[in-house]
């Protein structure tokens, strides 16, 4: 049973930093690519970034390139989201998702697994 759990949410400073991350349980997380989504209040579901199955890295969201990476733990299948530089406009309800396959899908509808997701707030 694919399964993706995502940890390490919580309160921040604007400026500050948080490493989000995404379990993977069910399949080989190495495989295949990984993507993280976010929701803010009232607004629709929104593309951060994604890695595939090679490391390449997609920026779904120009607004946090420079701010954000992600990265991949192969012996923990987890993926991490390090996100610094943080401002209040990152606040949101942030999701892992996968679609099972290797590369980095153009949108959320190439996703068919998500996690429960974890919230991010950012204020002072």
């Known amino acids: 049973q694919v399964q993706l759990v995502e940890s390490g949410g919580g309160l921040v400073q604007p400026g500050g930093s948080l490493r989000l991350s995404c379990a993977a349980s069910?399949?080989?997380?190495?495989?295949?690519?990984i993507g993280w989504f976010r929701q803010a209040p009232g607004q629709e579901r929104e593309g951060v970034l994604c890695?595939?199955?090679?490391?390449?890295?997609?920026y779904y969201a120009d607004s946090v390139k420079g701010r954000f990476t992600i990265s991949r733990d192969k012996a923990k299948n987890t993926v991490y989201l390090q996100m610094n530089s943080l401002k209040p406009e990152d606040t949101a309800v942030y999701y892992c998702a996968t679609g099972l396959i290797s590369r980095c899908p153009y949108g959320s509808s190439g996703y068919t697994y998500w996690g429960q997701g974890t919230q991010v707030t950012v204020s002072s």
């Open positions: 890695i595939s199955s090679s490391d390449g890295i997609t």
């Open positions: 069910g399949f080989t997380l190495a495989y295949y690519a």
